[in-house]
T-cell receptor, first 113, second 112 residues
Framework: DSGVTQTPKHLITATGQRVTLRCSPR?????VYWYQQSLDQGLQFLIQ???????AKGNILERFSAQQFPDLHSELNLSSLELGDSALYFC????????????FGQGTRLTVV | GENVEQHLSTLSVQEGDSAVIKCTYS??????FPWYKQELGKRPQLIID?????GEKKDQRIAVTLNKTAKHFSLHITETQPEDSAVYFC???????????FGSGTRLQVQP
């Protein structure tokens, strides 16, 4: 157990819908990162937050947004879902920025039908 | 171009043999290089990392070496076991060093 908690583990939804993925970082970690992993693909960086502030953006679509709350948990919102959005979505957390000694949650598997 | 490249997509070894997976990076200012192991359907797990101020780090059967001049780093696994079978990802800092970019992964198969 990495200490990073993601919910839900699985999500099946229809095209055009909106979903929210949740991540609770390890106790003491201030930085949260979201990654997307499509089938047989690598890990694509989406967005990073540190202590409530957005700090870096990667290949995140405009249909996707995220935020980090005062209690440091983070949510990734995916809207107008398309079949191609089906993937594993991971969050990771670390004490400092830069993903030094970062640990991943177990991921949310999103299936868009 | 990509910040980090992992050229070997699959590697098959016999149980007990050693395995080496290499990655190259492009930013000479990069200072942190972790390796993650991902089993099928599971989360990536940090297995070892190295900072740019050292050339090698070991942890039991695994080690990582860093060649800053050539801008590559390698994961070494000795005495491989079937449970080492997984996809291994190298990573390096993205520009701005706030997050990591990951290599494309190497699937290691340890044949019993």
């Amino acid at each position: 157990d990495s200490g990073v908690t993601q919910t839900p583990k699985h999500l099946i939804t229809a095209t055009g819908q909106r979903v929210t993925l949740r991540c609770s970082p390890r106790s003491g970690d201030l930085s949260v990162y979201w990654y997307q992993q499509s089938l047989d693909q690598g890990l694509q960086f989406l967005i990073q937050y540190y202590n409530g502030e957005e700090r870096a953006k990667g290949n995140i679509l405009e249909r996707f947004s995220a935020q980090q709350f005062p209690d440091l948990h983070s949510e990734l919102n995916l809207s107008s879902l398309e079949l191609g959005d089906s993937a594993l979505y991971f969050c990771a957390s670390s004490v400092v920025e830069g993903m030094i000694e970062a640990f991943f949650g177990q991921g949310t598997r999103l299936t868009v039908v | 171009g990509e910040n980090v490249e992992q050229h070997l997509s699959t590697l098959s070894v016999q149980e007990g043999d050693s395995a080496v997976i290499k990655c190259t990076y492009s930013d000479s200012a990069s200072n942190y290089f972790p390796w993650y192991k991902q089993e099928l359907g599971k989360r990536p797990q940090l297995i070892i990392d190295i900072r740019s101020n050292v050339g090698e780090k070991k942890d039991q059967r695994i080690a990582v070496t860093l060649n800053k001049t050539a801008k590559h780093f390698s994961l070494h696994i000795t005495e491989t076991q079937p449970e080492d079978s997984a996809v291994y990802f190298c990573a390096a800092p993205l520009p701005g060093r706030r997050a990591l970019t990951f290599g494309s992964g190497t699937r290691l198969q340890v044949q019993p």
